[in-house]
C-alpha cells in the first residue's frame, strides 16, 4: 500500500453561478492519482444551472448540498461543517489541481504530522497560458516548514504564499481558530488564514506548480472582481486581530503592512479622509512610507500622486495587453 494512502481527505468546492468553469475543477479532483476523497460541493443559490453541471456525474463520492445564498464564507463552512475526515481540502469552482496534487500533500502531511496547514505551488492562468508565481517559500528539499507571518513581514508584504484552492488544513485547528467569517467577503481566506497561522506553521510542497488559478474568469464573476465596501472587507474587521497580537510577534507589522497597502485602493476610489484614517490610528508611523504619507495626507499633492500612480498602472496595463 502507497504509504501516503492513509490520507483521506474531505475536498470542498464552494459554487456560485460557474456552471462554465466546475466540470473541469470536479473532473481535476476526480482524476487525483490519489483516491483516498471525498468531494463536498456546496451550491450557494446558483441560477445558472450549476448544480445540473454537478448532477451530471456518476460518482458515489461527490455530495451536492444545496442551500440559499449567502456568500462563499457561509458556503464553504458549510462544507467543512459536513465534511467526514480531517484533512478539509479547499478548491474554488473555476480552478483545477494537477493530478497528483492530492498524492504530494498527502506526502506532506505524513512527514510532517504534527503540522495543521499545508499549502502546494501554484500559477496564473491568463488569456490561457500558464503563469507561474514566484513563491518566497525557498528550499532545496521537496518540503519546506514556515511560518507564514514571519515570512511576508521578512519579504516587506502582506501575501501569503498559498490561498484557498492550494492550501489544506485540519478540521481540528478550525477548533481552535474559528471558521470562515461570513461577515468578509474580500480576503476573507487571508482573515482565516492568519488565524490558523497563529497556532501551526505551514508546510508547503516545493517544485512545480499543482494549482491552477483561473484568472481568464469574467470580471462580474470573479470573487474579487470588484472593491467591496470597507465594511465588507477584512480592512474593515481587523479590530479582532488587532486583539491576537500578544499571540504572535510577528502580528502586529504584518497588519500594519496589510492595511498600509490595502486602503490605497479605497483612497484611489475616493473614499474620504474620514472613512480611511481612522484605521489607519493603530498603525506605527514608523512603517509609512513616502508614498503612503502622501496618499493618505488628502493633501493636493497628495492627490496628485494618487492620480499619478493610477495613470501609471494604466499605461502598464496597456502595454501588458491588459487592458
Known amino acids: 500500500m502507497n504509504a501516503s494512502a492513509s490520507c483521506r481527505f474531505s475536498v470542498v468546492i464552494p459554487l456560485y453561478n460557474k456552471a462554465l468553469f466546475v466540470a473541469k475543477g470536479i473532473r481535476s479532483v476526480l482524476e487525483q492519482s490519489h483516491q483516498n476523497f471525498e468531494l463536498i460541493v456546496i451550491d450557494d443559490g446558483s441560477t445558472d444551472g450549476s448544480a445540473d453541471v454537478v448532477r451530471e456525474f456518476r460518482d458515489d463520492r461527490i455530495r451536492l448540498v444545496s442551500q440559499t445564498n449567502q456568500g462563499v464564507s457561509a458556503a464553504r463552512n458549510r462544507g467543512i461543517h459536513e465534511a467526514k475526515y480531517d484533512l478539509i481540502a479547499f478548491l474554488d469552482a473555476d480552478d483545477w489541481w494537477s493530478v497528483d496534487y492530492l498524492l504530494e500533500m498527502s506526502r506532506l502531511i505524513e512527514a510532517h504530522p504534527d503540522l495543521s496547514l499545508f499549502c502546494a505551488p501554484y500559477a496564473h492562468v491568463v488569456g490561457g497560458r500558464v503563469k507561474h508565481v514566484t513563491n518566497a517559500v525557498a528550499c532545496e528539499s521537496r518540503h519546506a516548514i514556515f511560518d507564514p507571518l514571519e515570512a511576508s513581514v521578512r519579504c516587506g508584504s502582506f501575501l501569503l504564499p498559498f490561498y484557498p484552492s492550494s492550501a489544506v488544513v485540519r478540521a481540528s485547528i478550525l477548533q481552535k481558530a474559528g471558521f470562515f467569517d461570513p461577515a468578509i467577503g474580500y480576503y476573507e481566506d487571508y482573515d482565516l488564514f492568519i488565524r490558523i497561522a497563529l497556532h501551526t506553521r505551514c508546510g508547503c510542497v516545493v517544485g512545480n506548480p499543482l494549482v491552477f488559478y483561473n484568472k481568464d474568469v469574467p470580471a462580474f464573476q470573479r470573487a474579487t472582481g470588484r472593491l467591496p465596501p470597507i465594511e465588507r472587507s477584512l480592512v474593515g474587521h481587523l479590530d479582532k486581530l488587532i486583539l491576537l497580537e ?78
Open 246 to 323: 500578544s499571540l504572535h510577534s510577528s502580528l502586529s507589522e504584518y497588519i500594519d503592512t496589510f492595511l498600509l497597502f490595502n486602503l490605497m485602493a479605497y483612497v484611489e476610489e475616493g473614499y474620504p479622509a474620514r472613512a480611511v484614517k481612522p484605521l489607519l490610528a493603530s498603525v506605527d508611523p514608523r512603517r509609512f512610507t513616502m508614498l503612503h504619507k502622501l496618499y493618505y495626507s488628502y493633501s493636493p499633492l497628495g492627490r496628485l500622486s494618487v492620480r499619478l500612480n493610477v495613470l501609471r498602472r494604466r499605461l502598464v496595463g496597456l502595454s501588458q495587453g491588459r487592458i
